[in-house]
């Protein structure tokens, strides 16, 4: 039986044009990749190589200039609920609380009001929130905030989740729990993630395949399978091993990460 990819590109290029300078930029060249249902995949490459071009293009909030984006087979139109955003800043809204930010995205849902409050706080006690319902924007940390951001996408229940750097913004600690966390939430609500990271540890301890981009204009220049048992440990000997293998072959391209 053949498995359809439910996210694929082929032969995908964007092209950024200054009309003002005359100037065009290649983001990303002759990209193919097949992402599968359920699969986790994290892109990692040097900074500029396209990685949030990528993820943009698959958002709809971007468009390819050659090549085409598909979706369960049909070209991708532009954004829509199957397809939601985790960003590196969470973007919560500071007059709501956190369960307030949780409903907002299930309010335009035909879900009576009392099934929209019992997703919000599965959400958020899955991602440890539980006690901080009533809590304003303003008071929590900021992995505390970055976990409200995914519970409020987690709760849309879409198809596929866009990660852009999410944990990037945080301390080693925070971002070290974050990624065990993470594992764990997978785990009991597997689907389907595009994950950009610019580190190779944390890829590894996520993915199931970790994709390397090539420098401007991106291509895939390498794919490594993971089939490390979860959870998995980034201080394990397993994954260092992954890594000085991954980061070696960063040897074959000029801008290494």
Not at 146 to 153: E, L, V
Not at 172 to 194: F, G, N
């Amino acid at each position: 039986m053949i498995i359809e990819p439910i996210l694929e590109c082929r032969n995908l290029g964007k092209r950024f044009g200054n009309h003002v300078m005359r100037h065009e930029t290649l983001a990303l060249g002759a990209l193919n990749l097949a992402i599968f249902e359920n699969e986790f995949v994290c892109v990692v490459g040097p900074s500029g190589c396209g990685k949030t071009t990528l993820l943009n293009i698959f958002a709809g909030f971007e468009f390819p200039t050659a090549g085409e984006v598909l979706m369960a087979g049909k070209p991708i139109l532009g954004p829509g609920p199957d397809r939601c955003v985790v960003f590196q800043e969470p973007s919560l809204f500071p007059w709501l609380t956190v369960l307030e930010n949780i409903t907002f995205g299930l309010d335009h849902r035909p879900i009576p009001r009392e099934e929209r409050i019992r997703l919000a706080r599965y959400y958020l006690f899955l991602v440890g929130l539980g006690k901080f319902e009533n809590a304003m924007p303003h008071e929590l940390s900021g992995g505390m905030k970055q976990k409200t951001a995914i519970a409020r996408i987690l709760a849309l229940d879409p198809a596929i989740l866009l990660m852009d750097e999410p944990f990037g913004a945080l301390d080693a600690l925070s971002k070290y729990r974050l990624d065990q966390e993470l594992q764990a939430i997978w785990a009991a609500h597997p689907k389907t993630v595009v994950f950009v990271t610019h580190c190779i540890e944390e890829a590894i301890c996520l993915a199931d395949r970790v994709v390397i981009l090539s420098p401007s204009p991106g291509r895939i220049h390498a794919e490594y399978p993971i089939d490390l048992p979860r959870p998995r440990d980034r201080f394990s000997k397993a994954v260092n091993r992954l890594q000085r293998e991954i980061i070696t072959s960063f040897a074959d391209i000029s801008d290494p990460p």
